[in-house]
Every structure is written in structure tokens, then in C-alpha cells.
């Protein structure tokens, strides 16, 4: 057997063995975030089990509306995925919850008085989108 022959069977083997740990793994709740929603990382899901609190990273499908499906389908900013409408997976922190203050203004988005982080609302989506942010209290 040639050097060349045995370089490609471990390359094989090699991507068979990824292959399967990313089905066990996909399997046992895994998922690897890439986005910028969450920090990047491999994340375990699991069932709810208490009450939400601030902070907690959800694993959810967006819910399909025309609005989520012009910026899958025209803008391209949402990948398509398995949830229903088509569309891929979302991570996302919790930032407020039932019986929160919420105000949404130029400067950012503020939860019972507490200004988020990084959360000044965007004129432009990352591929160049024009958005136009609602802003007031909820």
C-alpha cells in the first residue's frame, strides 16, 4: 500500500470518528455556538426544570412570522435549520422577564432601571440591513 493510500485512510477515519462523536454528541444534548449571541462554546441542553432567572442562556426556535421569515429568506440573516418554518436554532440570554420594566431608547436597552450591555439598538443588520428599533417602555 502506497503512503499516499494510508494518509487518505487516516483522513477517513479520522472524519468517521468526528462524525460519529458529533452524533452521540448531538444525541446526549450537545450544541457548539459559533454566533456572537452567547459566548462561543460547546453548551448542554436541558429540560426546564425551575423558573427562568436573568442570565440564563435559552435554546430556542424563533417563531415564525413574516417578519423572521424576510430576514431568513430575503436578508439571509438567519440560517435556515430543523425548527418549524425552517429556521436554525437561536441562543440567547435571558434579559428580562414577566414583571420587568423594559425601555428601549438611543442609548440602549434598560431592564428595571440597568442599562444592558452592548445593547444599543442598530441602524443595520451585519450584512448591511436597514432596521428601524422600536423604541419606549414595555
Given at each position: ?7 487518505v485512510?487516516r ?10 462523536l ?7 444534548g450537545?450544541?457548539f455556538n459559533?454566533?456572537?449571541?452567547v459566548p462561543?462554546?460547546l ?5 426546564l ?7 440564563d ?6 417563531t415564525?412570522?413574516p ?7 430575503e436578508?439571509?440573516?438567519i ?7 425552517g ?21 440602549g436597552v ?20 436597514q ?8
Amino acid at each position: 500500500m502506497s503512503l499516499l493510500w494510508r494518509d487518505v485512510g487516516r483522513f477517513l477515519m479520522v472524519v468517521f470518528v468526528l462524525i460519529v462523536l458529533w452524533i452521540v454528541g448531538y444525541g446526549a444534548g450537545f450544541r457548539f455556538n459559533l454566533t456572537p449571541s452567547v459566548p462561543v462554546g460547546l453548551y448542554q441542553l436541558h429540560k426546564l426544570e425551575k423558573p427562568l432567572k436573568h442570565g440564563d442562556i435559552v435554546w430556542f426556535c424563533p417563531t415564525d412570522t413574516p417578519l423572521f421569515r424576510k430576514v431568513r429568506d430575503e436578508w439571509g440573516d438567519i440560517p435556515h435549520g430543523d425548527c418549524p418554518g425552517g429556521y436554525m436554532h437561536m441562543f440567547k440570554p435571558v434579559a428580562a422577564l414577566p414583571g420587568d420594566n423594559v425601555e428601549v431608547s438611543r442609548q440602549g436597552v434598560f431592564v428595571n432601571g440597568q442599562k444592558l450591555p452592548n445593547s444599543q439598538p442598530m441602524d443595520k443588520t451585519g450584512k448591511g440591513h436597514q432596521l428601524n428599533p422600536v423604541f419606549g417602555r414595555f
